[in-house]
């Protein structure tokens, strides 16, 4: 992150784009007398209420044409995959896909947590996944990895006093900063991205498969610094995709905005297929970059690729099979991106919807918030604190490890 900060240049916002963004002048916002009081909870209603009544009316003018002028366009534009455009689904179909595909056990669904402890001594991250079933089943794995940045072991008692005094400045400061956030990353979220998808293909043992995010997460794709980790995680991802194919993944905080604008147009028990993951990952395939060296076998057919080799046939071949698309499940919940094999996109999506509309409020995937609330409670703060507690008390750790890893706690 801190690379992008220094490397790119920030878009500009002038005063223009700052007035027309939120009906007022940036002078206006930072003059204080247009503050208003924190304890004037009836300005604060009338202000929300003014605000939400006029986004509704805009909306409300915008979608009907909306939907005349872009949801045409979605089955005949260029590079539309197959069954791309707007669908309804009837009540029917959604209480087949209930009695034969959710309610008797043939989706399963995944999530995962991660708690990590961070003391200067020691850093343990630890990757918790959930399985479960609307039968009755639920499954669950950990793993923990265990970092100790201060790994010295010196003859000369001076020495090593200087050397830990530079470590401990170092970890805090910019030098450490690019090794140390990558490792952090990697076991932070490609570890635990690997765990979901590699269980939901080789744990799982019902038809469909649902899982929380993208199918071809970024950070599996670039493998969060590591090439070996890259190679691994899109060796499984095609095995996933290609091979068993019947899958659908939604993402609980999706940063489209252009297909959450189509979705918000999508009335109830809609769902639309917009475009091939390969097009929204385009920036990221003509931008990275997959040079090093990498220790695991990348033969195909008898030939050695190179990790760019191996990544243009990855998405030329995977992650063009996986369509993007949205859909609605209820008037009052907002839309939900999901992710399909092309073959399977029109029942993944009944699927996704069938299951989401058991939460009118939220439209989301209840197996899902199932997997994350099974997750929470097996691997919960307490289930890596409360051992740690005893593992510092028995050592005749300095009382200060227990505040500090109590203000540094991740979820």
Known sequence: MLDELTTQPLPEV???????????????????????PGENLAALYDRLAAE???????????????????????????GAPPGAGVHTVSVEELERVHRGLLFNGAVEACDGTIQVHDALPLTVFQVGVGLVAYQGSESTWVQRLYRRDLRIALSDPAEEALQL?????????????????????????????????????????????????????????????????????TRLLE?????????????????????????????????????RLTEYLAPVFEHG??????????????????PEAWVRRFRDQ????????????????????????VDHAHVAARIALAD??????RGFPLLLDMAHRLCATSFGRDTLYGPLDVAYTEAGAPLRYLSERTTRYTA
Request: hydrophobic residues 45%; charged residues 20%; aromatic residues 8%.
């Open 318 to 341: 995977v992650v063009s099979q996986v369509v993007v698309g949205v859909y609605r499940a209820s008037a009052v919940a907002p839309p939900q991106l999901f992710y399909a094999h």
């Open 239 to 275: 095995e996933l995709i290609c091979g068993h194919q019947r899958f659908v993944f939604v993402p609980s905080s999706p940063p489209q905005r252009l297909l959450l604008s189509i979705g918000q147009a999508l009335r109830p028990l809609q769902y639309a297929i917009v475009q």
């Open 289 to 306: 970059v997959w040079r090093g060296r990498v220790t695991v076998d990348t033969t195909v057919d008898g030939q050695r690729l190179s």
């Open 14 to 36: 002038d005063a223009d784009t700052f007035t027309a963004a939120f009906g007022e002048s940036l002078q206006a916002t930072l003059d204080l007398n247009t503050w208003q």
């Open 165 to 233: 005094l530079e470590r401990r400045n170092q970890r805090g400061g910019l030098e450490a900063l690019s090794t140390r956030d990558h490792l952090s990353q990697l076991a932070r979220r490609a570890i635990m991205a690997y765990a979901e998808r590699a269980i939901l293909l080789r744990r799982a043992t019902a038809p469909w498969r649902l899982g929380h995010g993208s199918p071809v997460p970024f950070e599996l794709l670039t493998g969060s610094g590591s090439l070996d980790l890259m190679v691994e995680a």
């Open 356 to 361: 989401s509309v058991l939460q009118e409020h």
């Open 52 to 78: 939400v009544r006029a986004a509704v009316a805009q909306e409300q003018r915008v979608v009907e044409p909306f939907r005349r002028m872009v949801f045409p366009r979605l089955q005949k534009r260029h």
